[in-house]
């Protein structure tokens, strides 16, 4: 059974991934006053956070068009696909899994539109791993199993440098009643299962910087790590060369979508990282 695979650009995946596995990435949509960019098209990642913070008002996100999934399921079905798995963020985060579950409902059972519960490579490895199961002609039911497999281990977790994003976003409710000092300090989260927690803060980023490598140590071993970061890439290669991990897949270093960075802000740190089962 040839199975084709769909993601968004929430996934982060790297170019080279999307070539070797033939992935069709539908962007998101990232608005900046009364212009409209395609993620990835017309604005850079390191343009966008060098021009976030002197904005004079906030970008939004949009989900893209029920169209454009439709087009890229067409587009697989056409060209030999039987079946599609179509992988997107949480449902409660953001309005892409509902674009896509619509798109879908005309193609019947030949697409299924997962929730991955994550962003960024949280569920860019969900995908990852159900390329890689699909290019040894695993089953449908294998690809399922290793993809909930994935989802339910993944961990990501972040350094902001300010907490004015998150809250100014409005996506988080806890963020919106952030106020005063508190914003001051540097805030470390979790995405898990859609959910974003705030599991502490730091006075310095070095202090937050630690927390993270307490985090990715206690949740070891890994069979694979992601160091993300919104336009700290000195920052994110120091990190990595310190974690010095052991790792059967090469790590990766990852700067991460504006469609997210919008709600996260410049100079954030973060990982996802996938434990040994």
Do not use: C
């Amino acid at each position: 059974m040839k199975i084709g695979l769909v993601t968004d650009s929430t996934s982060d995946l790297p170019g080279s991934i999307i070539d070797r596995h033939s992935i069709e990435v539908v962007p998101a949509i990232l608005n900046l006053g009364e212009t409209s960019f395609k993620d990835g098209e017309g604005l850079t990642r390191e343009e966008f956070y060098e021009r976030l913070p002197g904005l004079t008002s906030s970008p939004t996100t949009s989900a893209p068009s029920v169209g454009s999934f439709q087009e890229r399921y067409e587009k697989l079905l056409t060209g030999g696909a039987e079946v599609i798995l179509s992988i997107h963020p949480p449902e409660v985060l953001s309005g892409i899994f509902n674009a896509a579950r619509l798109a879908a409902e005309s193609f019947g059972e030949r697409v299924h539109v997962l929730d991955s519960g994550q962003l960024s490579l949280g569920l860019g490895y969900q995908v990852i791993i159900a390329a890689e199961a699909v290019g040894r002609e695993a089953v449908l039911g294998e690809i399922l199993e290793l993809v909930m497999s994935v989802k339910q281990r993944v961990r990501v977790m972040a350094l902001l440098d300010t907490m004015e994003y998150l809250r100014r976003s409005g996506r988080v409710s806890w963020a919106k009643a952030m106020v005063g000092g508190l914003l001051n300090l540097k805030p470390l989260i979790e995405l898990r299962f859609g959910m974003v927690k705030r599991i502490g803060q730091a006075r310095t980023r070095a202090q937050g910087i630690q927390r993270l490598i307490e985090s990715i140590n206690k949740w070891g071993p890994h069979e694979r790590m992601a160091i993300l970061h919104t336009n700290a890439e000195i920052t994110a290669r120091q990190f990595l060369e310190d974690l010095n991990p052991n790792l059967s897949h090469p790590a990766l270093i990852v700067n991460v979508t504006t469609v997210i960075g919008t709600h996260v802000g410049p100079n954030g740190l973060g990982f996802a990282v996938v434990p040994v089962l």
